[in-house]
């Protein structure tokens, strides 16, 4: 049996054309027995505390067991399996097909101390390439195990993991026939109710793969009647939904676009520089399922009301209630602001917002903000941090939002001016 190194970084050009090893019972059992390595020194009070501050409870509703029904919502699956599973050239495997060490379990994911600011949750975003399995080539699976390779280096005790939210893995799926028994559809549906939990946490990554194989879908299998879904990652319903949800309220060294993967990156440092994705404003709800009607789906009828409801449960979830929402760093214009301004509408708990530095947000943007103050939007925010290179700009920006709301404090650049009233 031939084992790819683990250390090994392909090109981006040799990503979707790696030769797979045959697969065997033997693969899978050496990758369950290389994932065994798990986090659990720490006492229960300093992990208990640990997952409570970031809000980890929020997740244990679709991680917990159901004593009942035999199984949780979701099963978060350890990375260390994914990147042994790629390494020994094998295929993702439905969740019912795969063998229990390859899960992270609620217990074991409490005890882990947190990584890079996170829970160590790792949500992947990813169209998939076949309707009976998303991934036929593995190639979605060896990109991920290479950016995995490097979150495992960035382990804190050298003993922690991950924990990967993988749909075809982490949720029940049909059988060949086409069914779920159910348990598992009861299960399946309690996941897909609450998804938006997972993508939109403030304390789980995102990891988008927003290319398409080269020459796709030439050499994959579809169904008669069945054509493929050629629309890229940012036209399908789906992937515009969870980067959409994901997009909230992370910060942005917590979103990223695989598609600007190298390999070059030494380390967990050097790969979220790399690979940090643009994080766009929170769209509205209402504007969020206008252009969905836009995005291609597998089954459209079935799909697009539950994707509009999943954003909209995350949208009101996270901005909805968030006093503190940050976009630092991302350089937005008038085009972000504006549509930021239509959000804030919905931000009823607001406090504080930060658009951190080098804002390039001009007349149009400063006055859609302040018109949006105004009119009586974000009715509990009490401070605007933008900082301006250009001294003139800041001041216009300080003036444009205390016409908007006068008792606001603005900090418009660090070293030559603060308001506070």
Known sequence: MRLRGAGCCPSKQSIADVDRAPE????????????????????????????????????????????????????????????????????????????????????????????????????????????????????????????????????????????????????????????????????????????SDLYSHPRSFLLKVTALPEGYPDGFVFPTGITANTADYHGRGWCFCEASMGALVKQSDKVLDLSLFSGAANNLEGLVEECRAMRPPPLPPVEFASQLEAKSFTSKKADLETVSKLYEMAFTSRVGRVEKLGFGNLGWGDEQAIVLSRALFLAGSLEHLDLGHDCAIGDGGMGALAACLREGAAPKLRSIRCLFKSKARGLAMREALLRGRDSLEVTVSQSWYQHDD
Not at 48 to 61: I, M, N
Not at 79 to 106: M, T
């Open 24 to 195: 065997s019972d033997a693969v899978l059992a050496w990758a369950a027995t290389a994932s065994k390595a798990r986090a659990g020194d720490a006492s229960v009070s300093e992990w208990a505390v640990s997952w409570a501050k970031q809000e980890g409870a929020e997740l244990e509703a679709l991680l917990a067991e159901d004593t009942v029904l035999g199984g949780s919502p979701v099963a978060l699956v350890d990375a260390r399996f994914l990147v042994a599973l790629a390494n020994a050239g094998g295929l993702l495997h439905r969740r019912q097909d795969l063998p229990p060490e390859a899960f992270i379990d609620l217990k074991h994911l409490q005890r882990m101390p947190l990584g890079w600011g996170s829970l160590r949750v790792v949500c992947v975003s990813h169209p998939w390439l076949q309707p009976d399995h998303p991934d036929p080539k593995g190639s979605t699976l060896y990109l991920l195990a290479r950016v995995l390779d490097k979150f495992l280096a960035f382990t804190g005790n050298g003993t922690c993991t991950w924990a990967v939210f993988l749909d075809f893995c982490s949720l029940h799926q049909k059988d060949s026939s086409g069914r779920r028994t159910e348990a598992e559809q009861s299960l399946f549906a309690t996941a897909l109710g609450r998804l």
